[in-house]
């Protein structure tokens, strides 16, 4: 059985602990073995911890050797270099085993996660995994011990493996404990090759302005990275970059548990800025013919060099015969599906506003409106509410500043850092609190997308809402141009689409995605927007309509076709329907607003047609057009199509210009249309 993490969601401020199916308290450490844990508070490590130290790590030693053997594949190299780190991180942290979740805990995210076997092995010494589990599935289907970490296990708090994020992600963390009133430290164990990504500087900037003196780096020097020496492959200051962004520095001896523990105790004191400890490490350490060389990066040992390592270790050899573990490995156990115990706020969506027929205005004022509506609702007096923005230098176009003066300490401000944002954002969500991460859409979707996707991957709950798309950003050009949104997104398996048609539909969305599980996309234009209306002349999203995920909005009813429209062009629609059915043209509009996932009861309104006319500003390749296509396929009906969009990038002027010359205005979707229709007859 291949495995899938479940999620269970709790709304209110009261604690869930779900108990686990793995077992948590079951280690490899040899019988009589006592487990030592420190803490922080005190003044120094113990010589009974020192000791239980140095056995402990030649126990992890044994695991990380004997799982990437076993699986012929992983990371032994850095997973060796950072053990020592690790063992000390997990035994001295405020974390339980029995309690892996519990509230105010202390956060270790490991940003290199491809040191997943130094990882699993300091976990199961610790009491939160059972070894031989560990051991005999790592990297195959059978359980959650994947080849980079996932957060799903006991222990780990983010899924990492696309280096860079850690960071980013324990800002997150730290700014939930503070929405929540609690104080915790968070330690980001990272690799030193991982240095060169630039979204780490932005992370290290974001902490500093925002005061994050709880977090701690720890830096992995061992020098080496998959191909060679870090120094060659790209020459940095480490030390310096920290200390020019504002972080203290200190370097230590990354195999001296006294040593670590020492640093790590003085830069949980220090309540003025984060600390960066630069741990200078040897890869594959304790197995000499590992030691310093990059080609155990990522490559397990084979059967000459494992009988070396296992002498080296110390061990009998024919305690090491791995034939049981591979016996166990074939085998498929029972599913053990842990039920990651996330908690969602509990906000009120506030009353709906209906902009008035002569009320011109864009779908971004109303988004700005709604979520200070939403957060103004929810705050019921008691201070702020469990709402929290993000925004990239671009607050006054995205209209957050309503939510921003009302609310001061719930809007960040990370200046134009996209990829430390939505990642930052999004692990804020997984901390009981609704978070919006407001941005361009060219650099909200497009630049963003693996953010994005880890958090997805993390099971967050980060809303996206993103302005100026298609080629409505007008003046600015072909580079602002996010004409692939839909095609984008809709990759990510977790997330919602929404693309609203006008003011009234945007304000009943928004509110309807904030107020609900699981990562949203809310999509908007640029410019200023008629209001949409009924065949009576009043707002057809106003009043008391309700959005509705997957249904399909019918604005026209007609029999002689029917034009389906997503987002800003969907007002141009309007105007050329209205036109085609003057003419004596029985053309109907819809409006999908949830492209991607159409319900039943729409598929089949649209299959009862002559015809469908797709008009999106998007690209026609993989946008709103392919969608209803592959939905109307999937459904076992094929009628004929039109896809009017977005085919190639456009120039700069004023939206409607530009829209004329893609073809999307209404006297050209009015042309389109009724030539495909005389075509049919």
């Not at 010494?125 to 599935?137: K, M, Q, T």
């Amino acid at each position: 059985m291949i495995l899938r993490s479940s999620r269970q969601w709790n709304r209110g401020d009261g604690p869930i602990c779900t108990p686990l199916t793995v077992k948590l308290l079951s280690h490899h450490s040899p019988e009589g073995t006592v487990m030592v844990r420190s803490s922080l508070d005190a003044p120094t490590l113990s010589a009974e911890h020192l000791q239980w130290h140095q056995e402990a790590v030649q126990r992890c030693r044994r695991a990380i050797i004997q799982m990437t053997s076993l699986a012929a594949s992983g990371h032994p190299g850095g997973s060796l270099s950072s053990l020592d780190l690790y063992l000390v991180l997990w035994s001295c942290a405020k974390v339980e085993a029995e309690n892996p979740w519990m509230d105010g805990r202390d956060r270790i995210v490991v940003s290199h996660g491809h040191t997943s076997p130094g990882v699993y092995s300091v976990l199961a010494e610790l009491g939160f995994i059972d070894n031989d589990e560990a051991v005999s599935s790592f990297r195959s289907t059978q359980n959650l011990f994947e080849g980079h970490i996932e957060r799903e296990i006991p222990g780990v708090e983010w899924t990492t493996g696309n280096l860079g994020q850690g960071l980013s992600a324990a800002c997150g963390m730290v700014l939930g404990d503070r929405i929540h009133g609690r104080r915790c430290n968070a330690f980001v164990p990272m690799g030193d090759g991982e240095q060169q990504k630039g979204q780490i500087a932005e992370a290290r900037r974001f902490a500093v302005k925002f005061g994050l003196h709880e977090i701690t780096a720890i830096v992995d020097r061992n020098q080496l990275q998959i191909g060679g020496e870090t120094a060659e492959i790209m020459p940095q200051e480490i030390a310096a970059g920290w200390e020019a962004d504002g972080w203290r520095v200190v370097e230590v001896d990354g195999h001296d548990p006294q040593q670590i523990f020492s640093a790590l105790q003085q830069a949980r004191k220090d309540e003025q800025r984060p600390w960066c400890i630069i741990a200078h490490t040897v890869m594959g350490k304790g197995i000499s013919f590992m030691e310093n060389k990059s080609d155990f990066h990522g490559r397990a040992l084979n059967t000459e060099e494992l009988a070396a390592a296992v002498t080296e270790l110390g061990e009998d050899a024919a305690l090491w015969d791995l034939q049981p573990l591979q016996q166990r490995r074939a085998r498929r156990p029972d599913s053990t599906v842990p039920t990651l115990p996330d908690r969602l706020p509990s906000l009120h969506p506030g009353e709906p506003i209906t902009y008035a027929v002569d009320q011109k205005t864009d779908c971004r004022s109303a988004f700005g409106q709604a979520i200070f509506d939403v957060a103004c609702a929810s705050a019921d007096g008691q201070g702020s509410p469990p709402i929290a923005a993000f925004d990239c230098d671009l607050e006054g176009s995205v209209k957050l500043g309503a939510f921003h003066k009302q609310y001061p300490d719930r809007f960040f401000q990370a200046g134009i850092q996209e990829h430390h944002t939505a990642t930052c954002a999004g692990a804020l969500s997984t901390c009981g609190v609704t978070t919006v991460f407001a941005d361009f859409g060219v650099f909200g979707v497009c630049e963003t997308y693996n953010q994005h996707r880890l958090s997805d991957i993390n099971h967050a709950h980060l809303k996206i809402a993103c302005t100026h798309l298609g080629l409505d950003v007008g003046e600015d050009g072909k580079t602002h141009q996010c004409i692939d949104y839909v095609g984008v997104l809709r990759n990510i398996f977790g997330i919602s689409i929404y693309i609203p048609a006008d003011p009234n539909q945007t304000d009943r969305i928004v509110r309807h995605a904030l107020t609900s599980a699981g990562m949203a996309f809310i999509g908007m234009g640029r410019s200023k927007l008629k209001t949409i209306t009924d065949d009576a002349g009043a707002p057809y999203f106003g009043g008391d309509y309700q959005f509705t995920p997957g249904h399909l909005d019918i604005i026209r009813s007609g029999t002689a076709g029917m034009v389906v429209a997503m987002g800003t062009p969907t007002a141009q629609a309007l105007e050329a329907v209205d036109a085609l059915r003057t003419e004596g043209l029985d053309i109907g509009l819809a409006h999908a607003a949830t492209p991607t996932d159409l319900d039943e009861a729409s598929i089949q309104q649209l299959a009862s047609q002559p015809f469908v006319v797709t008009v999106e500003d998007h690209s026609v390749r993989t946008g709103l057009g392919n969608c209803v296509a592959e939905q109307l396929f999937g459904a076992g009906t094929a009628i004929p199509q039109l896809r009017i969009g977005v085919d190639n990038y456009s120039p700069s002027g004023p939206s409607s210009e530009v829209y004329r010359l893609a073809g999307l205005d209404a006297d050209s979707i009015r042309e389109r249309v009724q030539a495909f229709a005389l075509e049919r007859q």
